[in-house]
């Protein structure tokens, strides 16, 4: 059984906001039509859940406002700007705080997903995720251990059966490591996760899940004129952190990143991350990383004419790898990627 994912679809679930809403669950007959296009399921969750119970069964809360304003120069970037970080972490906590999110909430809603999904297709295969922390980059290695404990956690929730059949990963939430002065990245230190606090985090994970013989799955997005894009490239070239890392060109969504579509398309090709000339960042792919691209559609596409010709430059340039590398669609919301399915269908085939 393949680990790789190489017809999936990204099923957003647990909550969609910070104003205590949870997206649509499909009903069964959904999902019926669902698997009958692929049977690769990612399940998503979208929010920061900030509370969670550690391994001796303590309550915790990984970020408070103490440790924010407790945050010294050495923990980020550009210490200059300290005290503006400080500043922009305090308005992020705002929400997140309010919304009191434990990451249990997430690993029942999608372990009933992935009940759901094995009763009405015994062979799916299925993906859960550790969650995202992209407001407080600097922080994120407090995270490292709760994301660790996360995967434990969706160990003993999930059936046996499901385990050991039908989960074939996990799934790093988080789609860049960002600097512009929240983080340090020295790219000449991979075996020290770059001097950064993000990449710390995705390590802890992975050694997590490969202890248990699972598949460490990232979806990053590329923009070739972002620094995050040049830190992705070093992170999947030079470290082993992930098994698989399907790269969203965000063309679909950004009519600007017109290069994106050919640059991923030369990262497929070439097995490793490149930049817009086509040269692989870092100098060298030292990793046995495989490298595949996302497909990305919404209801943009049923409702803006000029949406339409963005998706079939996606299926232009990505087709000769349908089937052979690492893929998985963004539809947005499961009410839009259960509209898109017949397109997505038609692809796939």
């Known amino acids: 059984m393949s680990t790789l994912m190489k017809k999936g679809v990204l099923l957003y679930t647990s ?64 210490p200059n700007r300290l005290e503006t970080i400080k500043k922009e972490y305090h308005a992020t906590a705002d929400k997140i705080l309010k919304g009191n999110y434990h990451v249990k909430d997430y690993v ?69 490591v960002v600097t512009a002065g929240y983080t340090r990245f020295d790219n000449d230190k991979p075996d020290e996760n770059f001097n950064n606090p993000i990449v710390y985090a995705m390590r802890t994970v992975s050694d997590r899940v490969r202890s248990f013989g699972k598949n460490m799955l990232w979806i990053p997005y590329y923009h070739e004129a972002a620094s995050s894009s040049k830190n992705m490239g070093h992170i999947i070239n030079l470290t082993d952190i992930f098994d698989t890392a399907i790269i969203q060109p965000s063309f679909f969504f950004n009519p600007a990143r017109v290069d994106e579509i050919r640059i991923v398309s ?67 919301a499961p009410e839009t990627m259960l509209k898109v399915l017949d397109v997505m269908d038609k692809y796939y085939k």
């Open 266 to 332: 030369d990262c497929v090709r070439k097995q490793a991350v490149v930049d817009i000339n086509g040269e692989i960042i870092g100098g060298k792919k030292v990793s046995n990383t495989e490298i595949g691209f996302e497909m990305e559609i919404d209801h943009q596409f049923f409702d803006r004419e000029e949406y339409v010709p963005r998706y079939y430059a996606y299926e232009k340039g990505f087709g000769e790898f349908v089937g052979s590398r690492p893929t998985a669609y963004y539809a947005g």
């Open 108 to 176: 029942d809603d999608a372990n009933a997903y992935a009940e759901r999904l094995v009763a009405i297709k015994k062979d799916v295969k299925i993906w859960f995720s550790v969650p995202m922390c992209e407001c407080w980059h600097a922080l994120t290695h407090l995270f490292a251990s709760p994301w660790a404990d996360t995967v434990d956690l969706i160990k003993n929730t999930v059936r046996e059966d499901i385990w050991n059949n039908n989960v074939q990963g996990i799934y790093f939430s988080g789609e860049d």
């Open 15 to 78: 909550y969609n906001s910070y104003s205590n809403t949870k997206y649509y669950n499909p009903t069964d007959e959904e999902l019926s039509r669902l698997l009958a296009v692929t049977d690769e399921i990612l399940l998503i969750p979208i929010i920061v859940f900030n509370r969670f119970t550690d391994r001796n069964g303590n309550e915790i809360e990984v970020v408070t406002r103490e440790i924010i304003d407790s945050m010294t120069p050495d923990m980020v970037g550009d």
